[in-house]
């Protein structure tokens, strides 16, 4: 069973910085596509950063140039450097990865369980 786990969320103030990490562990095969999604109170969960293996990066409205996606592909290992943090990127942070499993091959797509990040004025 592939698992996905986050870390890294927390209180922070307004203009400060957070990274969170997401470990993929099970029997992976292959990864395509690694992501960071959002999902705030009462609003629609949005994407926050898309990274296709070899190809180039996607980031949500306004938040390139201070979001950074990153992946360690020998570790399955997910990260994504939040830097001037504003109160409105308040919200539950979901990984997401769409991979190989070694026990069918086509990609699926999985979700870690969220971690929360919480921005203060």
């Known amino acids: 069973q592939v698992q996905l786990v986050e870390s890294g969320g927390g209180l922070v103030q307004a203009g400060g910085s957070l990274r969170l990490s997401c470990a993929a562990s099970?029997?992976?095969?292959?990864?395509?596509?690694v992501g960071w999604y959002r999902q705030a109170p009462g609003k629609q969960r949005e994407l926050v950063a898309l990274?296709?293996?070899?190809?180039?990066?996607t980031y949500g409205d306004s938040l390139r140039g201070r979001f950074t996606i990153s992946r360690d592909n020998a570790k399955n290992m997910v990260y994504l450097q939040m830097n001037s943090l504003k109160p409105e990127d308040t919200a539950i942070y979901y990984c997401?990865?769409?991979?190989?499993?070694?026990?069918?091959?086509?990609?699926?797509?999985?979700w870690g369980q969220g971690t929360q990040v919480t921005v203060s004025s």
């Open positions: 997401n990865i769409r991979a190989r499993t070694y026990f069918r091959d086509d990609y699926a797509s999985y």
């Open positions: 099970g029997p992976i095969d292959s990864i395509s596509v």
């Open positions: 990274m296709p293996r070899g190809s180039s990066t």
